[in-house]
């Protein structure tokens, strides 16, 4: 399940920050700020898109087949709001922590997410939804 890989990674930075800081910071209050912005921005983004999956009576589950397609909402801006939440919050906490060391997760987090979750997510919408998802991928980026 993406939570626990994002509470993964999240247990790296925490320890990475407290236990090998190397003396390196992001130097000062600026980081709080945007790492504060950063997790409120990925909360709000998973809830918002939570509100959509309720709205449309179908499976947030990931590996769980969608009863309906979803396009409207936040999904109009990005078909995978909840990932784009995920690290969102991993950026703003690694920010927050100073985990500089911890940087390089990011990426291979957004990896991981994306071969385990999005392009098998992906693919079932594609044979269930047909020409719909591809109209909808045409016009809705994967991340942003």
């Given at each position: 399940?993406?939570?626990?890989?994002?509470?993964?990674?999240?247990?790296?930075?925490?320890?990475?920050?407290?236990?090998?800081?190397?003396?390196?910071?992001?130097?000062?209050?600026?980081?709080?700020?945007?790492?504060?912005?950063?997790?409120?921005?990925?909360?709000?983004?998973?809830?918002?898109?939570?509100a959509?999956?309720?709205?449309?009576?179908?499976?947030?589950?990931?590996?769980?087949?969608?009863?309906?397609?979803?396009?409207?909402?936040?999904?109009?801006?990005?078909?995978?709001?909840?990932?784009?939440?995920?690290?969102?919050?991993?950026?703003?906490?690694?920010?927050?922590?100073?985990?500089?060391?911890?940087?390089?997760?990011?990426?291979?987090f957004?990896?991981?997410?994306?071969?385990?979750?999005?392009?098998?997510?992906?693919?079932?919408?594609?044979?269930?939804?047909?020409?719909?998802?591809?109209?909808?991928?045409?016009?809705?980026?994967?991340?942003?």
């Amino acid at each position: 399940m993406p939570p626990v890989w994002l509470v993964a990674f999240l247990g790296l930075a925490w320890a990475q920050a407290t236990y090998l800081p190397m003396w390196l910071d992001f130097g000062g209050a600026w980081s709080d700020l945007v790492g504060g912005l950063l997790v409120g921005g990925g909360l709000l983004l998973i809830v918002l898109a939570a509100a959509e999956f309720r709205r449309h009576r179908t499976t947030i589950v990931p590996h769980q087949e969608a009863e309906r397609l979803i396009q409207s909402g936040i999904f109009t801006r990005s078909r995978n709001p909840i990932y784009l939440g995920d690290a969102l919050i991993l950026t703003g906490l690694i920010l927050r922590w100073d985990a500089v060391l911890a940087l390089p997760l990011i990426p291979v987090f957004v990896w991981i997410i994306e071969k385990r979750f999005i392009i098998p997510e992906e693919n079932r919408l594609r044979r269930k939804f047909r020409m719909d998802f591809a109209k909808y991928c045409d016009k809705t980026r994967r991340w942003v």
